[in-house]
Nanobody, 130 residues
Framework: QVQLVESGGGLVQPGGSLRLSCAAS????????MGWFRQAPGKEREFVAA???????????YYADSVKGRYTIARDNAKDTVYLQMNSLKPEDTAVYYC????????????????????WGQGTQVTVSS
C-alpha cells in the first residue's frame, strides 16, 4: 500500500519561501514518477510540478506555467522523499498541496489532471498572506 506523507506547509508572507517534503513508502520510489498538485478554496485540483528519474538520464522535471521559475521539485531516492521548494510566493499560491504518484511522466508538454494520478497524499496547507 502506497503511503505519501507531506510536511512543511504553513503561513508565509508574500515574497517568502517554503519547502515541502513528501516521504513515500510502499512503492519502488526510484522508478516512480512523482509530483505535486494543489487545490485552492473553491477551485479544482491543479498540477504544479512533476519529476521522474532514471539511471541513464537522471532527473527530469516539468512545471506548470504558473510556478515556473519560482518553484523547484527535487527528489532524494536514498530517502524515498520528494521536495518542493517554493520561492517568491504569492497570495494566489495559497492552497492545500498534495504529493502524488504519477501514472507516467510525459516527455514534452502535457496537461496533467487527477486522471494521471495513482496515489495521493493527505495534503498540507500553504497560506501566503501578510
Amino acid at each position: 500500500q502506497v503511503q505519501l506523507v507531506e510536511s512543511g506547509g504553513g503561513l508565509v508572507q508574500p515574497g517568502g519561501s517554503l519547502r515541502l517534503s513528501c516521504a513515500a513508502s510502499g512503492l519502488t520510489f526510484s522508478s516512480a514518477a512523482m509530483g505535486w498538485f494543489r487545490q485552492a478554496p473553491g477551485k479544482e485540483r491543479e498540477f504544479v510540478a512533476a519529476i521522474s528519474w532514471s539511471s541513464w538520464s537522471g532527473s527530469r522535471t516539468y512545471y506548470a506555467d504558473s510556478v515556473k521559475g519560482r518553484y523547484t521539485i527535487a527528489r532524494d531516492n536514498a530517502k524515498d522523499t520528494v521536495y518542493l521548494q517554493m520561492n517568491s510566493l504569492k497570495p494566489e499560491d495559497t492552497a492545500v498541496y498534495y504529493c502524488v504518484v504519477l501514472l507516467t511522466f510525459y516527455s514534452g508538454t502535457h496537461y496533467y489532471t487527477p486522471r494521471d494520478i495513482s496515489s495521493w497524499g493527505q495534503g498540507t496547507q500553504v497560506t501566503v498572506s501578510s
